[in-house]
């Protein structure tokens, strides 16, 4: 069926985010806006955006990547903007720009087209999927410019070192950056302050991973996209 805006309806959802108490963030994408359900709720209502497709920190455009934070705060990835926003509890009537936002670009203040992201509770700290940049951002709450932790700037591949077009990043308890890197069909993990990855998982029979998160057991949840699929690996004993 075609997809609608009315507050029943969405339209080509990309992004999916549930709280551990079983509310529903859904980035509506080609509605321009971000729709939160509470559970056994026939409505959503929006969040962030619904004003349309824009570059003002009114509206957002296109994106893939969600995030919600434990004060309930929405981070969208603006797949068309170049820029994360934060929209906080409560304020729908602007977001913040909380990483890039200055337009499609390799420099330390941009990001080119940028898909997951992942934010720490502790501190609000910003993680992005650069993913035309084949680069991992980590972006200090309240900084200008990003620290690249993973990949190598506009420069893809498959060396331990470099990414190839990532699509998602997650982190664990123990600050681990898990990438999915969905050019080279794998998962690599970069220790802390490390200049290189370690393969997890790997499969040539992925097609087009889009999407990954980080299960309560301790699991990988991947979205194996056009395959039609989503796959779980334990992470415990893929050492």
């Keep these: 069926p075609a997809g609608g805006s009315s507050f ?3 339209r080509s959802p990309s992004s999916v985010y549930v709280t551990p ?32 497709s824009g570059t003002s920190l009114t509206r957002i455009s296109t994106g893939y990547g969600l995030f919600i934070d434990n004060q309930y705060n929405v981070y969208v990835s603006e797949y068309g903007n170049h820029r994360v926003s934060m929209w906080t509890l409560g304020n729908t009537a602007s977001g913040t720009r909380v990483a890039g936002g200055n337009g499609a670009g390799t420099g330390s ?57 990532p699509k998602a990043v997650v982190l664990d308890q123990y600050d681990y950056v898990y990438i999915l890197d969905t050019g080279n069909k794998r998962v690599q993990r970069w220790a802390p302050g490390a200049t290189s990855g370690v393969t997890i998982i790997s499969s040539t029979s992925w097609n087009n991973p889009t999407g990954m998160r980080l299960g309560p ?23």
């Design 8 to 10: 029943s309806e969405l």
């Design 217 to 239: 057991s301790g699991s990988l949840v991947l979205a194996d996209t056009n395959n039609h699929r989503v796959i779980s690996f334990p992470i415990s004993c893929r050492e």
């Design 21 to 52: 108490d079983g509310i529903v963030y859904i980035l509506d994408n080609l509605n321009y806006r971000v729709q939160k359900w509470l559970p056994e709720e026939p409505l959503g209502f929006t969040v962030a955006g619904g004003r349309g």
């Design 109 to 165: 203040t941009q990001l080119y087209n940028p898909w997951g992201i992942f934010v720490t509770n502790l501190n609000r700290v910003v993680y992005v999927a650069d993913w035309r940049n084949h680069r991992i951002q980590k972006w200090l709450w309240g900084a200008t410019s990003g620290i690249t932790i993973a990949g190598v700037t506009s420069s893809s591949g498959s060396t331990a070192n470099k990414l190839y077009g």
